[in-house]
């Protein structure tokens, strides 16, 4: 399959490493990390150690089987209009936050796909991805269902080596991650603190909080997701991934604009009724963003 992986950041760089085992890719990401790539090709190194050499460039190419999307939210946007020039089968979202899916299939043609990765990556070095713990990818219809576009593009996944799951329940699994996200990443990333933190009072019950937050919205949007359940994927998460910085803490201890707006801020903006520990989280995270350069 011909796969080309828009946003070759941390996790694009590693599924699209991990996927060039087997297919033919290209990622698409910006310098120096792509001069590195091309120039020496793609280290893996942590959980697997292995080296590809996957077409690397800061432009999306003209033809592609499968656009794999893992931009920020916040340039979801802009990576839609520039994929519209391009002759795509399918496009499949790993992002975070909400809103991706139907941003991208109001742009292309082409079916597009809703996914979730729990796959752990960090970009060490231009040139080089460290693979920090393995995880499962789920994908499949955005709107839910069955596919047959899902179904080829999870075999392809397998053939890769990556653990896929092709899911019918794509608008559930959504909400189930953004709970996810709503109850860890601000907080790891206000605190400065490895995930395995939010095992400990208080943060334990802030995050708790945020996740039953998102599953009340989540409600109000016909999605079944109890508080228990979004509780208990928080508490696994954290567990799972104990030692990982997550991306939003990735992102402010770079200095960079964080996926806010799209996770807590979503949540807050959404909810028929007030949200006030995902309104509060998105205040303190967004006041940091305007004053980071000051």
């Known amino acids: 399959m011909d796969i080309v992986v828009v946003g070759a950041g941390s996790l694009g760089s590693l599924v699209g490493g991990l996927l060039a085992r087997e297919h033919d890719v290209t990622l698409v990401g910006r310098e120096p990390h792509v001069s590195a790539v091309t120039e ?8 697997e150690v ?12 003209q033809r592609a089987d499968l656009a794999l999307v893992t931009v920020k939210a ?40 809703a996914g979730t990765c729990s796959y752990g990556a960090r970009l060490r070095e231009p040139g080089t991805v460290a ?5 499962e990818v789920v994908l499949g219809d955005r709107n839910g269902g069955r596919s047959a576009v899902a179904d080829d593009i999870g075999a392809a996944f397998r053939m ?31 605190a400065r603190v490895p995930n395995g933190a939010l095992a400990d009072s208080p943060a334990d019950a802030i995050a708790a909080e945020a996740a039953r937050e998102t599953a009340a919205v989540a409600r109000e949007q ?8 979004a509780v208990s994927l928080v ?7 104990a030692a990982n910085h997550s991306s939003m803490f990735q992102d402010t201890s770079a200095g960079r604009r964080t996926e806010i707006d799209a996770i807590n801020g979503y949540v807050a903006e959404t909810a028929t009724e007030r949200a006030p520990v995902n309104e509060t989280l998105a205040g ?8 980071r350069e000051q």
């Open 160 to 190: 890769a080596g990556i653990e896929t799951t092709v899911a019918a329940d794509m608008p559930t699994r959504l909400w189930e991650k953004l709970a996810v996200n709503a109850g860890i990443n601000a907080v790891t990333a206000l």
């Open 40 to 47: 020496r090709g793609l280290s893996v190194v942590g959980t």
């Open 222 to 229: 016909d999605i079944d997701l109890s508080d228990e359940r």
């Open 284 to 291: 303190l995270v967004s006041t940091w963003e305007r004053h």
């Open 74 to 113: 916040y340039d979801t946007a802009a990576t839609a209009a520039d994929l519209a020039d391009c002759t795509l089968n399918a496009c499949l979202s790993l992002q975070n936050g909400m809103g991706n899916e139907s941003q991208l299939a109001a742009e292309l043609d082409c079916p597009v796909l």
């Open 235 to 241: 508490e696994r998460v954290v567990d799972d991934t």
């Open 131 to 135: 693979f920090t713990g393995r995880g």
């Open 50 to 61: 292995f080296r590809v050499h996957p077409n690397a460039q800061t432009t999306i190419p």
